[in-house]
């Protein structure tokens, strides 16, 4: 599949020379070559950093420098009404979705609320009975178990009637949530979600999890709490923001890094077994909690029951933390096969029909598909048709279900909305989303869909694109420059890896296919007209590369940087993302 290389437009040459001679002047080195420097100023100028106290500030991680939990529209209701439950002893439950988000903010509130409390029940719904968000069968259990009050997490923003029963029932809700409003918010104690209207909150972007982490932080503002707990938090805080793929600017950013610290040097037993090991010299990033943890903690509700991962998260116990994550394990096991099997089908299913591939949207529907892992399969999909996709089964209650994933520049949570007379319910983001409907929509909703996917294609064609921030020379890859760029970690949605391109390199030797079934690339590259410099990289999926590089040819790279660690030794690498010959 062709894909797109566009350099990044974010530039201002006149505030890059400034940068650029403030930072040799500054600068307390004397091994930097001018090419490190250069490249360092332009990654710093594509970022918005146009001076050394700019670049200082984007990496002063305090806790305190975060905003004002009271800002958030219905915080301070929200804190009161808890401050009560807690002084009456109240049962309180937590109440959460299925997946990361959701489970590690039912976690984090538990935790947190048990320094005060044990009148504590958490829920997770199930993903087949009950669906995601706010369900009835979680309000009945509630009202059953005496829980005056339920914290919803990662949902609630759109359960106006549910709530209305829960409050027929004397059961009162405090939404955090982060999903984008209907045209009107549940009628409860209180809704925090910086994206309601006239939510004067400065930053948008949290996690759910991370919106509990507000809730958490105004409380203890309100009564005494031992200096560390909230900083306890923060590990589940970091997992929630990188599995959810929220913007790694601001709160976020500083969040996600004080998170990844704690996970470095002081981690929870049970997200230490979720990460597995890694090499002494290593530190976990990002994309380790994103291909790691994530997975497994998503497995739970995706197969079973999302309670396990919570139960996980939550607990101390050794013998209790092998026994569940022995459980998550199984699952996440089972999650890998039935993902493999149903992607295979999907791609035979478009591969057989015509029609399907002459279409602008993928809307794929087989009954026996598992619930648990459409959204990673319509994922899968787009990685070999780039066009937004949807993968549906159907539910236990007769209803068709599915998830929504998108391609960059189009928001399919407004492709929805656009829809919403032909589907029974949805939700999410401009990239990800879930919908229901009856199996009498379908041919509707798939009309519908296509219709709107095909009118914004007149504006924006579809086609993968990989931003990169420098063309750069194969001699300028050195231990200092990868240094530098690590300085500007973490690294996620609006704030990527450094990316480079390096034309006109060639095979220097040891170039061939690795893998299983030999559809990666193991390179080793230097450039056609000066082989003095060699570097080995990773090809992941572009073996079909292999003939045309062994034969000699010339080709161009896109790329990230990366240490390998073999024998103790530590050596650069590239990460190759695509080939152009």
Request: aromatic fraction near 8%.
């Amino acid at each position: 599949m062709k894909k797109y290389w566009t350099p990044n437009q974010n530039f201002d040459p006149q505030k890059f020379e400034t940068l650029l001679s403030e930072l040799v002047e500054k600068s307390n080195y004397s091994d930097i070559y001018q090419s490190e420097f250069e490249i360092l100023s332009k990654l710093l100028i594509q970022r918005g950093i146009y001076s050394v106290e700019d670049a200082a500030a984007f990496n002063a991680f305090e806790l305190e420098k975060l905003h004002d939990p009271f800002l958030m529209l219905g915080m301070e209701n929200a804190v009161n009404r808890i401050l009560k439950a807690l002084s009456d002893n109240e049962k309180i439950m937590v109440y959460g979705d299925y997946d990361v988000d959701g489970t590690t903010s039912v976690a984090l509130m538990i935790s947190f609320l048990r320094e005060f409390t044990d009148n504590l029940i958490y829920y997770i719904p199930d993903r087949y009975s009950e669906g995601y968000g706010v369900s009835l069968q979680g309000i009945d259990t509630a009202k059953a178990e005496k829980a005056a009050l339920i914290i919803a997490l990662d949902c609630g923003i759109k359960a106006i009637e549910k709530i209305e029963y829960a409050n027929t029932l004397g059961v009162n809700f405090i939404i955090c949530d982060h999903h984008t409003p209907g045209e009107r918010v549940p009628d409860c104690i209180a809704v925090l979600d910086p994206k309601q209207p006239n939510c004067e909150y400065p930053y948008k972007e949290l996690s759910g999890c991370a919106i509990g982490f507000k809730l958490c932080q105004a409380i203890s503002t309100k009564i005494k709490v031992r200096e560390s707990v909230l900083g306890e938090l923060l590990d589940l805080v970091a997992i929630s923001l990188a599995c959810d793929i929220v913007p790694l600017t601001g709160e976020n950013r500083t969040l996600i890094a004080l998170g990844l610290h704690l996970i470095n040097t002081n981690p929870r037993k049970s997200i230490s077994i979720l990460l597995g090991e890694k090499a002494a010299e290593k530190k976990f990033n990002v994309s380790d909690l994103v291909f790691q943890a994530g997975p497994k903690i998503n497995a739970a509700g995706r197969i079973s029951s999302g309670k396990t991962a919570v139960d996980l998260l939550l607990a101390n116990d050794p013998d209790e933390i092998l026994n569940f994550s022995i459980q998550i394990n199984d699952y996440n096991n089972s999650r890998k096969e039935e993902d493999k099997k149903i992607t295979a089908e999907a791609l035979e299913m478009i591969k057989n029909n015509h029609d399907l591939q002459n279409k602008n949207s993928n809307v794929l529907y087989q009954p026996h598909w598992h619930k648990g892992v459409v959204g990673i399969v319509a994922s899968r999909v787009i990685e070999h048709y780039y066009k937004p996709t949807i993968i549906l089964t159907k539910s236990d209650n007769g209803l068709i279900g599915g998830s929504v994933r998108s391609v960059s520049g189009f928001n399919v949570y407004d492709a929805l909305e656009a829809c919403s007379n032909e589907i029974t319910q949805f939700g999410g983001h401009k990239y990800a989303a879930g919908l229901t409907l009856e199996e009498s929509q379908l041919i509707n909703f798939t009309h519908a869909f296509e219709e709107v996917v095909t009118k914004q294609m007149e504006v924006d064609s579809f086609v993968e694109t990989i931003k990169y921030d420098s063309e750069i020379e194969l001699s300028d890859i050195t231990f200092k420059l990868k240094q530098f760029i690590d300085k500007l970690a973490p690294f996620g949605p609006q704030n990527m890896i450094p990316t480079f391109v390096t034309k006109q390199v060639v095979n220097a030797g040891g170039s061939r296919c690795v893998g299983a079934d030999k559809t990666h690339l193991k390179l080793e590259v230097c450039h056609a007209n000066n082989r003095g410099f060699k570097i080995n990289g990773i090809a992941f999926g572009l073996g079909m590369h292999e003939e045309l590089i062994l034969k000699g040819e010339p080709f161009d790279i896109i790329y990230s940087l990366d240490i390998n660690h073999w024998n103790n030794t530590q050596t650069l690498q590239l990460m190759v993302k695509d080939i152009r010959f």
